[in-house]
């Protein structure tokens, strides 16, 4: 079945870069996501990448996209306290955009 | 708009219980969802509805019901609710099966089964 993986938690130094990895299993995935969920609030979408794209950047955010490898980078440039959270990656088909598989999430801790 | 909103934020059952836990969005949008989220894990999705009328399962159904009688609301009910269902459950909407940059997740209900 399809499976998406991350690693458990990543800490950083305040102004260095993070970079948070996950890897996915199905082949028919069309869009890979990144969401963001702070405490005790719900999920804000961060950033999509379409499967035929290999990079995207979006003022700090960086996704990095390996489809032979089927891994998914987010690298956070000047990483600020305030981006402390959970991420997530997600999955979806073209048709299927409504039904997301999630990976458990990496716990980001931003160190003044 | 208020997007989309859930209630309750908390609630609490005994085992066997019934509830209906509510969502509502007020963008028109035809694609609504149910996730739950356990802790250590990512979210999964329960039931699915792509319209009005039309509603599917998705990869945890059991032990839930929905139904979409309108296109704002789409509400989630646990008939006898069992501590296996402690969980956050949010639920989320989008405007068609494209892309997703403007699916909306709503606040969360965390529940808890005694």
């Known amino acids: 079945g399809e499976d998406v993986e991350q690693s458990l938690f990543l800490s950083v130094r305040e102004g260095d870069s993070s970079v948070i990895n996950c890897t996915y299993t199905d082949s028919s995935s069309t869009y890979l996501y990144w969401y963001k969920q702070e405490p005790g609030a719900g999920l804000q979408l961060l950033t999509y990448i379409f499967s035929n794209m290999d990079m995207k950047q979006d003022q700090r955010l960086t996704v990095l996209l390996n489809k032979k490898d089927k891994h998914l980078s987010l690298r956070i440039a000047d990483t600020q306290t305030g981006d402390s959270a959970i991420y997530f990656c997600?999955?979806?088909?073209?048709?299927?955009?409504?039904?997301?598989?999630f990976g458990s999430g990496t716990r980001l801790l931003v160190r003044p | 708009n208020a997007g989309v909103t859930q209630t309750p934020k908390f609630q609490v059952l005994k085992t066997g219980q019934s509830m209906t836990l509510q969502c509502a969005q007020d963008?028109?949008?035809?694609?609504m969802s149910w996730y739950r989220q356990d802790p250590g894990m990512g979210l999964r999705l329960i039931h699915y509805?792509?319209?009005?009328?039309?509603?599917d399962q998705g990869e945890v159904p059991n032990g839930y019901n929905v139904s979409r009688s309108t296109t704002e609301d789409f509400p989630l009910r646990l008939l006898s609710a069992a501590p296996s269902q402690t969980s956050v459950y949010f639920c989320a909407s989008s405007p068609d099966r494209g892309p997703v940059d403007t699916q909306y997740f709503g606040p969360g209900t965390r529940l808890t089964v005694l």
């Open positions: 509805s792509v319209g009005a009328g039309i509603t």
């Open positions: 997600a999955e979806s088909s073209m048709d299927s955009s409504y039904k997301l598989i």
């Open positions: 963008m028109n949008h035809e694609y």
